[in-house]
């Protein structure tokens, strides 16, 4: 269920509708809150959904390899039964105090909701891809410059440059070898920033001839038909100057994100840069009553992983519960026991 403008009271506002997120919907029913979610997204998903949702993601327990979108469509299924009110396509302007026991949310539509607990599982905030300084290269972008990939088959007999030498360059390369009709990847460096493994299959297909390593060198032309949005060649320069063109018929420029809090600044939380400083234990913050929760949360020997955020979002919602339903016995059952209550 998705709503705009409107006024809401409910048990927890979860902002952020990212795997994480999810999760705590299904967690917080699990102990009887009624749950809406606010994100600036259209769907939900976060970047899984919007930066790499055909990306196999390899450390969610009992999954092998799993795609991200089959993640998040799995994580929405398990959230279902507790019927989550979302609020997409909608940003989280202000977050006051009422009194004691309340919050209330307001975002960009007007929309406002109450409750009594917030959690913040918005990754870090705002995201954009961190964009190559070349001439010209918005008139490719979404043609045939991309910034995310978001079907793997649109690729399929083409040739693909990918730039850049962090873990999505790579995997994004690993991924593609064998639909694309060449694939070069980029970097100013030998050295990637990227997981040993990976990089270990990454020089073994360059070694068989199915990769082309074109190093050290940074992008610093394109060549295309501009009005047409398609790129004929991809220029590269390396450290003395010297450039030399690769035929290419998209490029995958994989720079990183940019970050931005936003409103969430604003709201007088413990911030550590650009993440919420929490207590490990309970994932509160410097406000009683608000948790951070993923990627934008930050405590000593914090793991940024999917599932770190997993179980950040059960401990979240535990100690949630005891502001929600103050003075109440809980009696804590496991799900083989309980099974998936109703609300």
Not at 125 to 152: C, D, Q
Request: proline letters at 4%.
């Amino acid at each position: 269920m998705t709503t705009h403008s409107s006024t809401h009271s409910t048990d927890l506002i979860i902002i952020g509708a990212g795997p994480v997120g999810l999760f705590a919907i299904f967690e917080a029913g699990m102990m009887g809150m009624r749950c809406h979610v606010i994100d600036t997204l259209d769907t939900i998903g976060g970047q899984c959904t919007a930066l790499y949702p055909e990306k196999p993601i390899y450390d969610i327990p009992a999954h092998p390899a799993i795609n991200a979108q089959d993640l998040i469509t799995k994580l929405e299924s398990q959230a279902k039964p507790f019927e989550p009110v979302y609020h997409l396509n909608q940003q989280v302007t202000q977050l006051k105090q009422l009194n004691d026991e309340q919050w209330q949310a307001t975002t960009n539509t007007g929309t406002t909701i109450c409750a009594k607990a917030v959690i913040i599982a918005a990754g870090c905030g705002a995201f954009g891809p961190n964009r190559p300084p070349l001439e010209g290269i918005e008139n490719y972008e979404g043609t045939s410059v991309h910034y995310m990939v978001t079907k793997r088959k649109s690729f399929e007999g083409k040739q693909v440059v990918i730039a850049g030498g962090g873990d999505s360059a790579v995997d994004w390369a690993l991924s593609l070898h064998d639909i694309a009709k060449s694939l070069y990847v980029v970097h100013r460096r030998p050295k990637f920033r990227c997981a040993q493994d990976s990089f270990n299959k990454l020089q073994s297909l360059a070694q068989e001839g199915k990769i082309e390593l074109v190093i050290p060198y940074q992008l610093s032309g394109l060549e295309g038909n501009a009005d047409t949005g398609q790129l004929t060649a991809v220029e590269v320069k390396n450290l003395d100057g010297s450039t030399k063109l690769i035929q290419a018929d998209c490029l995958l420029p994989f720079f990183g994100l940019s970050m931005e809090l936003g409103p969430i600044a604003n709201w007088g939380l413990n911030i550590d840069k650009k993440h919420i400083s929490v207590h490990q234990s309970t994932l509160e913050t410097s406000q009683s009553g608000i948790y951070a929760i993923g990627d934008i949360a930050t405590y000593e020997g914090k793991l940024k992983l999917i599932l770190c955020g997993f179980s950040e979002a059960a401990m979240a919602c535990h100690h949630a519960r005891n502001r929600v339903f103050s003075g109440q016995n809980f009696h804590f059952e496991y799900s083989t026991t309980s099974g998936v209550p109703t609300l």
